[in-house]
């Protein structure tokens, strides 16, 4: 208890320090010329970009911070220390660290696209030799009406290192996929870091309560820092967060959900980063064209945001391209305008659609609607994982 | 055994990926505005800077690809395996991957000296709280002549735990101040971690023969990544180390050298930094002006290299000011020129100590001289760890 009041002050210190240091940092950003102009803004003010650098420093040092404080009893008598735990809190911040710089490179250098699968992929290693060594389960529990099948449990062996990492892989780089407008991937987090904190003090009951203590250890400096990342890149966003900010958010969530062994219910947290994921599958494969941006467009005349759309010619057009197009068009997933040469859509990500849906939108409105449905989704994954799971899995 | 060869194997492998990716890299530096002028040239080609970062990820990226290979025995019967050995390394892991972190965002946005110090003081937590747990051990052993007042070895406590931080931080910044020259950041750290690698060799048959391997594992991956960098900053240097490395090499040495219970032998290999550092602080102090740059002076006309100067007026010099450059003056360590309203002396730096002791050099000569300096150093340290050390403590 004692911990969990020093880690709430500790905490409190951090945003305040992030939310002076923001300020300072953008000005050295724009002075190293790493800096955007908002393209959802007639002014054209020179922005720093990368600014998730601040907020992930702080999250990490507020732990570092705290070590001594969460494993105060261990220290006194190191005979019995738990080296086990200790690694594993090791192991999480490692990856969190490597994010950090990964997505800080990429913001200066602008990688190419293998390196932001690749290496995230490297830096889950050492989470996964903590798993193998502490608890090494590959066991999924079968649902009741599937049981008769499938028995009580499936053990999936290696292949569910293989599902942690595209876990952390996706995770990792889900809300840099939803992104583009002011405040919509640190608002996301935010949502995301609150469900899980409420999750873990409700499991604090359970027979589990160390890895759910575990994981609040780790949420919420995250939430602190974060929390004052948002006051300047809320609408109008005074500083942009960068792919450093995107690239540590998703790889924190997949250590705690990892570490804690709640894989499955933070799935059920990502839900808008699913469906935005599965609705960009055709532009990602290049079954439609992808054009660099797929950000919404601004029309400074109205001062709302407009579906962005991508041009599909007719002559040359592939079957497959077709049959995404009926299939999407059968159950109204797109807005389509065709003529005689050419068919032009909606870009399909979950921010057009929610326009091509509920119509032109100011930014600060669209940015609120997109985070609320995240909050429904979150509401829903709460309903999922409690009232139901009882009528599929034993109490 | 067959843990080394692999070891050998990957670093290899490291090495060639290493020097493949430098130039590209060198590419997106410069495309990010990440680069600078080399001063000590006619030309003015754009050299790209911070390229540290690569060898720095790849040295990473080996550690973490090696640690199932490290723990092999340990993953067959998880009920044996060393979690306190595997805390261990993901500790060091961590510094190292801060103060790469901590470099690279140094080098695109120039932060402040107090950030420099603050921020390896508490990346250097995690490894204090390792040490703490798995050896705590705060006695230092009391030369033969001195046991007659002290006895045969002291406990310093907490002030153990201080010197193990401050040795964390001078290491990290020691080789970022003597640095500026083509090729003498990157040489001299080659040349301490080949010291480092030999003494780790000979001390394998001793009863720390885990300790040392532990620094192997480490320093084999960090030796073929920084060869590769050196292949390109070697004079004339294609491109730039930054602090990136500086910060991640000195944090490496340190990392080994606690966790390898050898801090006073790294002491002795980083005698020329701790020589320079000891030279410099009357200009750190400000008791002698300091310019921003204390680089040596490049003379296009001779292509040699000369003293760089600081003047000092004489109107208002103070006791101290004329106090140091008596003394210095006294044992021959500064060149002085007087007239009758400044005194100009050299920039107290090693590199301008050899220029005004050999005379100008070329820039390929000056660095050589100041590795044959670093070689010669490591050799004495040899001889004082071995021959020596007998003399003053029990074989």
Same mark, same amino acid.
């Given at each position: 208890m004692w911990s969990f009041i020093l880690l709430f002050v500790l905490s409190l210190i951090a945003y305040f320090v992030t939310d002076n240091l923001i300020p300072r940092v953008g000005k050295l950003c724009i002075n190293a010329g790493l800096y955007g102009v908002d393209l959802c803004k007639t002014n054209k003010n020179k922005i720093p970009e990368g600014t998730g650098v601040v907020s992930g420093c702080l999250c990490l040092v507020t732990n570092f911070l705290f070590i001594p404080i969460i494993f105060g009893?261990?220290?006194?008598?190191?005979?019995?220390?738990?080296?086990n735990e200790f690694a594993e809190l090791l192991a999480g911040l490692l990856c969190i660290c490597c994010m950090l710089l990964l997505?800080?490179?990429?913001?200066? @250098?602008? @990688?190419?696209?293998?390196?932001?699968?690749?290496? $995230?992929? =490297?830096?889950?290693? $050492?989470?996964?030799?903590?798993?193998?060594?502490?608890?090494?389960?590959?066991?999924?529990?079968?649902? =009741? $009406?599937?049981?008769?099948?499938?028995?009580?449990?499936?053990?999936?062996?290696?292949?569910?290192?293989f599902y942690m990492t595209v876990l952390a892989v996706f995770s990792s780089n889900a809300i840099n996929i939803l992104a583009?407008?002011?405040?919509?991937?640190?608002?996301?987090?935010?949502?995301i870091a609150l469900s899980i904190i409420l999750f873990n003090v409700i499991e604090l009951g359970s027979d589990q309560y160390k890895a759910h203590s575990f994981s609040l250890h780790i949420m919420i400096p995250y939430l602190a820092t974060t929390l004052a990342l948002l006051k300047h890149n809320w609408y109008p966003s005074k500083v942009f967060v960068g792919d450093t900010f995107c690239y540590y958010s998703g790889m924190t969530f997949a250590v705690v959900a990892i570490l804690g062994h709640f894989s499955k219910t933070?799935?059920?947290?990502?839900l808008p980063q699913i469906i935005n994921c599965v609705y960009s599958v055709p532009q990602l494969l290049h079954i439609f064209p992808c054009p660099r941006h797929r950000l919404p467009k601004y029309s400074a005349e109205t001062d709302l945001l407009y579906a962005s759309r991508t041009i599909i010619t007719k002559k040359d057009m592939k079957n497959s391209t077709k049959f995404v197009l009926n299939f999407l068009t059968a159950f109204?997933? =797109?807005?389509? =305008?065709e003529d005689d040469e050419c068919i032009t859509v909606n870009n399909l990500t979950l921010i057009n659609f929610f326009l091509i849906k509920l119509g032109p939108k100011s930014e600060l409105?669209?940015?609120?609607?997109?985070? @609320?449905?995240?909050? @429904?989704?979150?509401?829903?994954?709460f309903l999922i994982r409690y009232p139901m799971a009882s009528y599929f899995y034993d109490a």
């Open positions: 009893s261990g220290l006194m008598d190191t005979q019995q220390f738990p080296h997505g800080f490179a990429d913001d200066v @250098l602008d @990688l190419r696209w293998r390196y932001k699968v690749l290496l $995230p992929t =490297i830096a889950t290693l $050492p989470l996964l030799v903590v798993y193998y060594v502490n608890f090494n389960s590959t066991t999924f529990l079968v649902p =009741i $009406p599937l049981r008769h099948w499938f028995g009580v449990s499936i053990d999936i062996g290696w292949l569910y290192y583009g407008i002011n405040g919509l991937e640190v608002g996301q987090s935010v949502v933070l799935g059920l947290f990502l109204h997933l =797109i807005d389509k =305008i409105k669209l940015t609120s609607t997109l985070l @609320l449905f995240q909050v @429904l989704c979150s509401s829903m994954a």
